[in-house]
């Protein structure tokens, strides 16, 4: 059983940055993908960054590239999600969620087995 737990997130202005932290208890993420989705008030859950945990490789959503960057930290067996040039359309809890394995389908929410309980963004303008 892999438990998440996230933090980093807060209130930010428009234009600002803010750093998610996923954590990992019960087992190490190796061969496992990790990704963030957020879900803002009326709206379905999103995905917005995911990264193979064994290779590195990393994958976005349209609306974040080139602001947002997930990384790995095999040291700590966290997985961050760095944001830059936030938007209030950014506002939104974001999720941890986790798979064992690659998926070609990182980006559905249906095929991850672990969440976490999630962190508020919120970005003013």
């Known amino acids: 059983q892999v438990q998440l737990v996230e933090s980093g997130g807060g209130l930010v202005q428009a234009g600002g940055s803010l750093r998610l932290s996923c954590a990992a208890s019960?087992?190490?993420?190796?061969?496992?993908?990790v990704a963030w989705f957020r879900q803002a008030p009326g709206k379905e859950r999103e995905f917005v960054a995911a990264?193979?945990?064994?290779?590195?490789?990393?994958y976005y959503a349209e609306s974040v590239k080139g602001r947002f960057t997930i990384s790995r930290d095999n040291a700590k067996n966290t997985v961050d999600l760095q944001m830059n040039s936030l938007k209030p359309e950014d506002s939104a809890v974001y999720y941890c969620?986790?798979?064992?394995?690659?998926?070609?389908?990182?980006?559905?929410?249906?095929?991850?087995?672990?969440w976490g309980q999630g962190t508020q963004v919120t970005v003013s303008s």
């Open positions: 969620a986790a798979r064992w394995g690659y998926t070609p389908t990182y980006y559905s929410t249906d095929r991850y087995d672990y």
């Open positions: 019960g087992r190490t993420f190796s061969n496992y993908c």
């Open positions: 990264i193979r945990w064994s290779v590195g490789s990393t």
